[in-house]
C-alpha cells in the first residue's frame, strides 16, 4: 500500500515534533518520562479517563462519556500511520469477538499534519474500521491552520502513535499501550 512508507515517516515527525530537541535525542524511555512533566499529563492506570468532545464520520458531537458503563479501549492513530494501520485487522477481530460483551472501541485520529477528512475517511473504510472514530472539530471543518494535537490527545498525553487506553465501565483506566498477545489475555481477563 503507498501510504504505509510515507506513514513510518510522518509517524517519526510527529514524535520528534512533539518533543523538544534536548528530549528528541533521549531514549524512547525516558522520553516518556519527560512527556509526564511536560504540558501534556499522561494518565495512568488507576486514574478515571479524562472525557473529551470530538466529532464522528457523520459530524456529529461525541463525548467519550457517551460510552460510560461499557469496557472501552481508547485506540489513538493516524491514518499515515504505518504501525496503527498494521495493528487494526488485530483490532478488527477483537472488536467482532467482544462488541457483545459489554466492549467497544473508539478510535481517535491524531491527524498532525496534512491529512484532509476524506484520507482518514478512506483509512477507516479500508481497515474496515466499524466501531466509533471521532476526530478534531476543527480538522472536521477544515478550520485546522496550525499543527496541534486535539483536545483528547492533548488530555491522555500523547505524543507519539499509536497509543491505548483500556477503561473499565466506571470510567477507570486499567491499562495502557496493549498490544498483541498482553491485549488479548487482557481484554480475555475482563471479559470472561
Known amino acids: 500500500m503507498t501510504i504505509m512508507k510515507p506513514s513510518i515517516f510522518l509517524c517519526g515527525l510527529f514524535i520528534l ?11 524512547a524511555a525516558a522520553a516518556s518520562a519527560t512527556n509526564r512533566t511536560n504540558s501534556r499529563p499522561q494518565p495512568v492506570a488507576g486514574d478515571q479517563a479524562p472525557d473529551f468532545l470530538l466529532y464522528d ?19 489513538f492513530w493516524g491514518p499515515f500511520c504505518a504501525p496503527c494501520r498494521r495493528e487494526h485487522p488485530h483490532l478488527v477481530q477483537l472488536y467482532n469477538q467482544y462488541r457483545n460483551k459489554n466492549f ?3 478510535g481517535v485520529s491524531v ?3 496534512p491529512v484532509t477528512k476524506k484520507q482518514w475517511l478512506d483509512a477507516i ?4 474500521l466499524t466501531w466509533t472514530n471521532v476526530g478534531d472539530p476543527e480538522f472536521m471543518t477544515g478550520k485546522r491552520t496550525v499543527k496541534k ?4 490527545a492533548a488530555k491522555y498525553g500523547v505524543a507519539g502513535l499509536p497509543r491505548n487506553f483500556l477503561i473499565d ?21 475482563v471479559l470472561k
Open 17 to 27: 515534533g512533539a518533543l523538544s530537541g534536548a528530549h528528541a535525542q533521549k531514549s
Open 57 to 75: 464520520v457523520q459530524d456529529k458531537p461525541v463525548h467519550l462519556f457517551d460510552f460510560k458503563g461499557k469496557f472501552i479501549l481508547l485506540d
Open 104 to 106: 467497544t472501541i473508539v
Open 111 to 113: 491527524n498532525y499534519g
Open 125 to 128: 473504510a479500508h481497515d474496515k
Open 149 to 152: 494535537f486535539n483536545e483528547a
Open 169 to 189: 465501565p466506571s470510567g477507570k483506566i486499567i491499562a495502557m499501550d496493549l498490544k498483541g498477545d498482553p491485549l488479548d489475555k487482557k481484554l480475555l481477563e
